[in-house]
């Protein structure tokens, strides 16, 4: 378990950060790009979370998600560098993935199909939800990126694959079932 006892240590102000497994990045390093922005997801869901207490499973769905998350951070913030380490590193598994396929598959189920692209909004916790969705494909395109560069593990990448996905399908959910989405109509100020 993590112990915080002080939370500022004065070491970033020279704009730079340290990993978990050590070495220190510039603050603007891609990695740690990558891993703040998966906090931003977490931070939106969070905000989601204030309009979800009453759709019980989607709730409870998105408390593991925000857990997931802290752990998709530490795998992010601890690069493997090829050498043992000296302590197991907490890394993204395919079983978190596939748990959200799963309940994207199970949420799924109830919704309106869909007749045009759903823009963000309608309920708050959908509005939410839709947000934290583009932020979690802001992380996804960093992690992408990271990924040409350096090694990240590919259930990383597939769980923020499936993420977006899941909050897509999560906000219609918020919507009724997709009965109050807010369809895009085509050219329809012109």
């Keep these: 378990m993590v ?7 004065r070491t970033g102000d020279d704009g730079t950060t340290a990993l978990v497994s050590g070495p220190r990045r510039d603050k603007h390093d891609i990695r740690v790009e990558a891993y703040g922005t998966v906090d931003e997801v977490n931070s939106t869901i969070g905000m989601a979370r204030l309009h979800t207490a009453g759709m019980g499973e989607v709730d409870q769905m998105l408390f593991r998600i925000q857990n997931d998350l802290f752990d998709l951070g530490a795998d992010l913030a601890t690069p493997d560098t090829g050498e043992k380490p000296e302590y197991e590193p907490l890394r993204i598994i395919e079983a978190q993935a596939t748990r959200l396929e799963t309940e994207i598959d199970t949420l799924n189920t109830d919704l309106e199909p869909l007749k045009s692209f ?7 916790a ?3 939800l839709h947000l934290a969705r583009t932020v979690s494909r802001r992380a996804e395109r960093l ?25 897509f399908v999560a906000a219609r959910v ?17």
């Excluded at 759903?118 to 309920?123: D, K, N, R, T, W």
Aim: no cysteine.
């Design 126 to 128: 959908s509005a939410y």
């Design 174 to 190: 918020a919507n009724e079932n997709g009965r109050t989405d807010i369809l895009w109509v085509p050219g329809k100020n012109r």
């Design 118 to 124: 759903v823009l963000p909004g309608g309920s708050p």
């Design 3 to 9: 112990k915080l006892n002080k939370i500022y240590t």
């Design 143 to 167: 992690m992408v990126e990271l990924s040409r560069h350096e090694a990240i593990g590919p259930a990383a990448l597939k769980y923020i694959n499936r993420l977006s996905d899941f909050l």
